[in-house]
């Protein structure tokens, strides 16, 4: 079965410090992969896939085939990243019609100290 | 503009009643649409997916069930809740590969 895994379920830094919070996923394929967040008293949302290689409020994400890992990083962490975060796979292969339902981690609750 | 409603927000609800949740999508047609669980310490679990009106499929067996009565609509219910059946239920939607958009989800909690 496929599964994504979110080793860390609490993480603390320091306000300016780097953050790097982890995530593997267990399918040989082609993987899609996406970071959602949650912050609080808020809904859950894509910050970034790894499609678009893009960097969203100083997040990145890149994508290692080889250590199946697809890890969101910033270098300088801002209490605004105090939230909820989801590493989350798709299957490939979607054709619009068929199961497309995400599977996701357990999440990574990040807090940034002051 | 593409919007996902869910209420309630939060419910108590006693063990052995039943149980509707709904989710509406504005500004979208024919999406997928899903119902996902965060249970405490489990991260968010696939309940439900449906890809049109009346098509729903279930990821894992339980107590409840999804029906979709309307292309937008799409409703979680149960006949009689368990203890197990509490957590924070997610509604969301996608359409293609344009990414998901979830819902605000409803706090569930069966006493």
């Known amino acids: 079965a496929q599964r994504v895994t979110q080793p860390e379920k609490l993480l603390s830094v320091f306000k300016g410090a780097p953050v790097e919070l982890k995530c593997n996923y267990s399918?040989?394929?082609?993987?899609?992969l996406f970071w959602y967040v949650q912050y609080s008293r808020q809904r859950l949302q894509l910050l970034l896939r790894?499609?678009s290689r893009e960097s969203i409020k100083g997040f990145t994400a890149d994508l290692n085939k080889g250590e199946t890992s697809f890890h969101l990083k910033k270098p300088f962490a801002q209490e605004e990243d105090s939230a909820m975060y989801y590493c989350?796979?798709?299957?490939?292969?979607?054709?619009?019609?068929?199961?497309?339902?995400?599977?996701f981690g357990k999440g990574t609750h990040l807090i940034i100290q002051p | 503009s593409q919007t996902i409603h869910q209420w309630p927000a939060t419910l108590v609800q006693p063990v052995g009643s039943p149980l509707s949740l709904e989710c509406t999508v504005e500004?979208?047609?024919?999406?997928?649409l899903y119902w996902y669980r965060q249970a405490a310490g489990r991260g968010l679990q696939l309940l439900f997916y449906?890809?049109?009106?009346?098509?729903i499929s279930s990821e894992v067996p339980q107590n409840l069930s999804a029906s979709r009565p309307q292309d937008r609509q799409f409703i979680l219910s149960s006949k009689k809740l368990l203890l197990s059946d509490s957590g924070f239920y997610l509604c969301?939607?996608?359409?293609?590969?344009?990414?998901?958009?979830f819902g605000s989800g409803t706090r569930l909690t069966v006493v």
């Open positions: 399918y040989s394929g082609s993987p899609e």
């Open positions: 989350a796979h798709k299957p490939p292969g979607y054709s619009g019609g068929g199961a497309d339902g995400l599977t």
């Open positions: 969301a939607w996608s359409v293609q590969r344009n990414g998901y958009t």
């Open positions: 790894h499609i």
């Open positions: 449906s890809v049109g009106i009346g098509q």
């Open positions: 500004g979208t047609s024919n999406p997928n």
